[in-house]
């Protein structure tokens, strides 16, 4: 049987997993709604474009289900203090998420010239927005949340919404955005065809050039100015959940520290950069599904090094260090994680072939003549 330690460690790579399925799979949604007016220059084009979201889209959204599911079920401390300290940026970005399946539907409902334009504008911003927020949401992780637990271990948050931004966290908002954009665009490459593959191809060449530049600079701060977290006392890794219970101090260059302990950690990094690159060429040579296979490995490899630079912390505290949240002293009871492995044991291979059915239903081309052919189409 397994152990609590090793149940926690379990619950950290799922969650790790079903953010990164999220990423993968919503992310070439939300890039492609973003770069819609670089790719798509009049209506049938921008029909096009949301033709080949279309069929997917929906689907996709199961993975931030299940990964809010996950972090609310396995680290009850965690979904407290992030969801009710940054309420308003998650607002936000639920407004961006309710505007884009309305947008879908409504578009395309009226011809009118107006009516079209603001409905456009409206999907460009439900896939910005998302991409933004999130970018600066893991900015934030990574330097800390103003958080701390009173007498009776209730969290407090004493950050403001302007205080989210600040100059490291709108670098990983704007990495975010490029990112997947890149996605987005190595997506619309593989779907379309003629004016739109041809501007989604440089688009995408645009934003994977942007993404390793801005990767390297958030890593070059990360190690050099950006203070991290470093637990000074012993933890007890099978003890029950309490953060109150350890020492932790910050420190400059602490998130790297990872990679001089454990040199495999590095296969994370790696990916993010010979993912985007790996993209780019592939785009140049013509071979659109490879190229967003790659452009799948950089969005992995990008989102697994914030994981994999700061464990064990999931969300450190930047008013009070030593009652940070780690990967052993914020999770659910053991039978709760016993409980969970097993549903997720049953329940997720059922999605994953679900959804691999659906893509290979979906699959080929959306042209013009199939969105003019199509009555059922947007």
């Known amino acids: 049987m397994l152990d609590y330690t090793t149940l926690r460690i379990i619950w950290w790579a799922l969650l790790g997993l079903l953010l990164i399925g999220f990423a993968i799979m919503d992310g070439f949604d939300l890039g492609a709604a973003a770069i819609t007016p670089l790719v798509a220059r009049n209506d049938l084009q921008r029909r096009i474009v949301m033709n080949a979201l279309g069929p997917v889209w929906e689907g996709n959204q199961v993975w931030l289900i299940l990964g809010a599911g996950a972090l609310f079920a396995a680290w009850p401390s965690i979904y407290a203090v992030s969801f009710s300290g940054f309420y308003l940026a998650m607002f936000l970005v639920l407004s961006a998420l309710i505007i884009r399946p309305v947008s879908f539907k409504f578009r395309s409902k009226n011809d009118g010239a107006t009516w079209r334009r603001v409905w456009d504008s409206l ?41 989210l931004f600040t100059p490291f966290t709108l670098l990983c908002g704007v990495l975010s955005v490029s990112m997947l954009c890149m996605h987005g665009a190595a997506y619309l490459n593989m779907k379309t065809q003629g004016e739109v593959q041809h501007r989604a191809r440089k688009t995408l060449w645009v934003f994977a050039l942007l993404t390793l530049v801005l990767f390297a600079l958030g890593g070059y701060w990360v190690a050099m100015d950006l203070p991290g977290y470093v637990i000074t006392s012993k933890v007890l890794t099978a003890g029950p959940s309490n953060p109150m219970h350890k020492h932790v101090v910050m420190q400059i260059g602490a998130w790297i520290e990872n990679y001089y302990v454990y040199h495999w950690a590095l296969i994370a990094p790696m990916l993010g950069f010979i993912g985007a690159l790996g993209a780019i060429f592939l785009s140049v040579l013509k071979f659109e599904k490879t190229a967003f296979i790659s452009s799948c490995a950089a969005v992995f490899g990008v989102v697994s090094t914030v994981g994999v630079s700061m464990f064990p912390f999931i969300l450190p505290s930047s008013t009070n260090p030593s009652q940070s949240l780690l990967v052993w002293d914020a999770s659910s009871s053991e039978l709760t994680l016993k409980i969970m492995l097993v549903a997720t044991i049953i329940f997720l291979p059922i999605i994953l072939l679900y959804t691999g059915w659906v893509y290979r239903v979906m699959r080929g081309k959306v042209t013009a003549e199939s969105v003019n052919d199509d009555m059922q189409s947007y």
Do not use: E, K, M
């Not at 991409?131 to 009776?152: K, M, R, T, W």
């Open 123 to 163: 999907f460009w911003f439900s896939g910005i927005v998302p991409c933004l927020v999130f970018g600066v949401a893991v900015g934030n992780v990574l330097q800390g949340a103003p958080f701390h637990f009173d007498d009776v271990l209730r969290a407090v948050y004493t950050g403001g919404f302007w205080a």
